[in-house]
């Protein structure tokens, strides 16, 4: 771990900063956060989540900006913890695949189980029906992502910001 933050520069903490502030404004800012928290759910912000997949710099600003916004959920106290550690986990898990098109299926299954469970044990809501929802809403988000990030990428500054 302490070689992975050692390898990090002042532009990469910069990025990390702004990708967390773009994260918190996509999913707090109304009307976006109207579907961010509950059951049923979808994050504009979530399609950020391809990021780790270009670059494993950019999780610690994702894990900041899944914090920060978690902070805003009517479960905050748990949000907090268990909605950013299963962010954290799509994360790591993420910076391992070898194909881009299987996170979108990583994200909304990880998300799914966990948020599914987070709030079957908080609200008492169906779990299978609510992982079912969350898993819909995370892959949406994601694969728009994934479409975006494919098409962004053919641009050589955008190419050479996020994978450098």
């Known amino acids: 771990m302490k070689k992975y933050f050692a390898a990090f520069t002042t532009q990469d903490w910069i990025k990390n ?87 979108p299926l990583v994200a909304g299954v990880v998300n799914g189980l966990i948020i599914g469970a987070e709030l079957f044990v908080m609200t008492k809501v169906p779990f299978w029906l609510t992982a079912f929802y969350i898993f819909i809403g995370e892959f949406i988000a994601v694969l728009i992502g994934y479409i975006l990030f494919a098409l962004l990428l053919k641009n050589q500054q955008v190419n050479k910001l996020i994978k450098s």
């Open 17 to 103: 900063a702004l990708i967390a502030a773009i994260y918190v404004v996509l999913t707090v800012t109304p009307p976006l956060n109207s579907m961010a928290y509950g059951s049923i759910q979808l994050r504009i912000s979530e399609v950020m989540v391809m990021l780790p997949f270009y670059n494993a710099k950019f999780v610690p600003g994702l894990t900041l900006g899944c914090l920060i916004t978690n902070m805003f959920s009517p479960t905050a106290a748990v949000d907090m913890v268990v909605g950013t550690l299963a962010s954290l986990l799509v994360f790591l898990i993420i910076i391992h695949l070898q194909h881009g098109y299987w996170v």
